[in-house]
Structure formats: structure tokens, C-alpha cells
């Protein structure tokens, strides 16, 4: 049974690149991870204790690589080299945001994610019209 995230926790990367995830998930010692592309040519990181749950994918979305990653002490989880690399996390400091999505949980930088939650919410509101025949 997959472990439930939710929840949204900015966070900040250390200088090896890695980030400690909210105390009150109950993370396992290794979730499978899955690099992912939207349409709109964002990335953004998903976890989950479950391989069932990074297989399916909606249809805007593709998988750039796959893994595993492994918890250390403290709830702390290294970045993958292909996240880091997208996202140009040099250096210690950078913010990110982990974001709760119930059996899974998605590793976005800030304004990538406010860009997909604003872009999101007005693609619902034109398709919500459209089905209405007002737009």
C-alpha cells in the first residue's frame, strides 16, 4: 500500500544537493522517481514509494528518466543529476518546492510550479466554458 503526501513545503538545497522532505511524510528508505516533461517544455521531479504510481501518465506528460533514490538519515533525499542539471542547482541555497500529490510527491522549482498552477487553473476554467458552449 502506497504512503499518502500531502501538502505543499519549500525547501532549500544543501551544498552536496540534497534537500530534507517534511517530517510528517513517512518516507521509505528508497522511492522510485520519474523525471518529467509537460507540453509547455516544463520539469519538474516525481517520487513515490509505489512504481504503480509513476506509471501512469497523463497525455501532456512524458518521462525523461527513471530511478530510484535512496533516504538517508533524517529524511534526506540527494537530488538526481538530470533534476539538477535542468534546473541549474549549483549552489547551496536554492529554493524548491515539495508538493504532496497523494501517492506520490513532485519536486518543482517555484516559479515553474506557480506557472503550471496559473496555466493550469485557466486551461480548467476554458475547457469548463467550452463544455458549457460559452467560449
Avoid at 2 to 17: F, M, P, Q
Wanted: one cysteine or more.
Amino acid at each position: 500500500m502506497s504512503r499518502i503526501y500531502i501538502g505543499e513545503y519549500c525547501r532549500t538545497v544543501t551544498d552536496n544537493h540534497y534537500i530534507t522532505l517534511p517530517a510528517r511524510w513517512s518516507v521509505p528508505e528508497t522511492v522510485y522517481y520519474a523525471f518529467m516533461e509537460v507540453e509547455s517544455g516544463i520539469r519538474f521531479l516525481c517520487c513515490s514509494d509505489s512504481k504503480d504510481a509513476l506509471s501512469t501518465v497523463n497525455d501532456d506528460e512524458k518521462i525523461l528518466a527513471r530511478g530510484n533514490l535512496v533516504i538517508v538519515r533524517e529524511n534526506k533525499l540527494r537530488l538526481p543529476d538530470e533534476f539538477l542539471q535542468y534546473m541549474k542547482i549549483r549552489k547551496q541555497g536554492q529554493h524548491i518546492i515539495c508538493y504532496g500529490n497523494m501517492d506520490r510527491f513532485e519536486i518543482w522549482i517555484p516559479e515553474e510550479l506557480e506557472y503550471m498552477e496559473n496555466t493550469m487553473d485557466t486551461q480548467d476554467i476554458e475547457k469548463e466554458l467550452q463544455e458549457l458552449g460559452l467560449f
